[in-house]
């Protein structure tokens, strides 16, 4: 399977902290990618991280993705109450034209 | 920006019942998308579509269920015999075409999701 399984499964702190969640895969990959899904919604797309990058910044979001280790991380900075939701990594195989979910990471951020 | 839309939001039917969700993709996206969600579980990918085509199944998507393109907006999901353990959240979602060395994804836009309760 080349599905990205996230962790922690759930993670609570308090707004202005930074949230990391991590993300581990099987396969080669063409991009990985975080998406954001609040409860009962759908999933919005945050941030896309080629193979062939390292780290990549949108906002107060940051990616890696460590190719070697088949591992990426999402860090977003001086958390808000309105981050509480839910985060998943997807990646794509390499010959294959779908995503692949993990699990997730719920996050809630304490006001 | 945008949008992907569902409907309805939310289905009930009675096992055994035919269930056809509505999805009306990005105008110009080419990639079309059916996943599901079971309550509190992972996202799970069902089939992708391509040029009028199945481009991609997963082994969820068996012969009780099918997609289809019937005009040139929106695109369908069929369950036609749903089964208790059908019951989740679909989600349509489409990319824009975009090749490097074969086929691959860009980010996908999601729709809201349909909410179907088999009883």
């Known amino acids: 399977s080349q599905q990205g399984e996230e962790d922690p499964q759930a993670l609570s702190i308090q707004e202005g902290e930074n949230a990391t969640m991590n993300c581990s895969y099987k396969?080669?990959?063409?991009?990985l990618q975080w998406y954001r899904q609040n409860s009962g919604r759908g999933l919005v797309h945050l941030i896309l991280?080629?193979?062939?990058?390292r780290e990549k910044h949108s906002g107060r979001l940051r990616v890696t993705l460590d190719t070697s280790k088949k591992s990426s991380s999402l860090l977003i900075t001086a958390s808000r109450a309105a981050d509480t939701a839910s985060y998943f990594c997807?990646?794509?195989?390499?010959?294959?034209?779908?995503?692949?979910f993990g699990a997730g990471t719920i996050l809630r951020v304490k006001s | 920006e945008p949008e992907v839309t569902q409907t309805p939001s939310h289905q009930v039917t009675q096992m055994g019942q035919e269930v056809i969700l509505r999805c009306v993709p990005i105008s110009n996206h080419l990639y079309f998308y059916w996943y599901r969600q079971i309550l509190g579980q992972k996202v799970e990918f069902l089939v992708s579509f391509y040029n009028n085509e199945i481009s991609e199944k997963s082994e969820i998507f068996d012969d009780q269920f099918s997609v289809e393109r019937p005009d040139g907006s929106n695109f369908t999901l069929k369950i036609r015999s749903t089964k208790l353990e059908d019951s989740a959240m679909y989600f349509c979602?489409?990319?824009?075409?975009?090749?490097?060395?074969?086929?691959?994804?860009?980010?996908?836009?999601f729709g809201s999701g349909t909410q179907l309760s088999v009883l």
């Open positions: 997807a990646t794509d195989g390499k010959y294959g034209n779908k995503l692949v």
């Open positions: 396969t080669s990959i063409n991009n």
């Open positions: 979602a489409s990319s824009e075409d975009w090749w490097v060395d074969g086929p691959t994804n860009e980010k996908l836009f």
């Open positions: 991280i080629r193979s062939n990058e």
